[in-house]
């Protein structure tokens, strides 16, 4: 499994979730966006039904009806009715997961610490794969 780091500095969670979720279904892959936090999980969702002029990038709640059929659903757990593969925790808190082909932990200063804490607890595990991520001039670009 991958597991990519990214260092949110100048966008917010929203809108970096938007990116990362067009990427995603763009590769025809389903995603599971998880975060405890109601509010940022509304405002994610309402990036993501903008994410572009002449599109939009359809979500849903989880344990709403139809939650199985969504390309990008939001959820307080990863558990992931949609089936997805990939897994964005966007309030930045990593949590325990199995079944998903890359995860993304977004964090900011606030969770700088705990971010790093993950990143060395995940060190001596020889079945996944780590990336750090930062925005260097508007341009996300991978630094380890």
């Not at 307080?76 to 009715?81: I, L, V």
């Not at 993304?104 to 610490?113: D, G, H, P, R, V």
């Not at 607890?121 to 508007?138: K, P, T």
């Amino acid at each position: 499994m991958k597991v990519d780091f990214w260092q949110l500095s100048h966008d917010p969670a929203e809108k970096v979730c938007a990116l990362i979720a067009e990427r995603v279904l763009g590769s025809g892959e389903r995603l599971l966006v998880v975060s405890k936090d109601a509010g940022q999980r509304e405002a994610i969702s309402k990036s993501l039904w903008k994410a572009s002029a002449t599109s939009f990038l359809a979500n849903g709640e989880a344990m709403a009806a139809g939650d199985e059929r969504q390309p990008v659903l939001l959820s307080e757990t990863t558990e992931a009715s949609n089936t997805a593969s990939h897994v964005i925790f966007a309030d930045g808190e990593f949590r325990e997961i199995s079944g998903f082909t890359r995860s993304f932990l977004l964090f900011n200063e606030k969770t700088l610490e705990q971010a790093r804490e993950t990143w060395r607890a995940l060190d001596d595990q020889d079945d996944l794969e780590r990336s750090y991520f930062r925005q260097e001039n508007g341009k996300w670009v991978k630094v380890a």
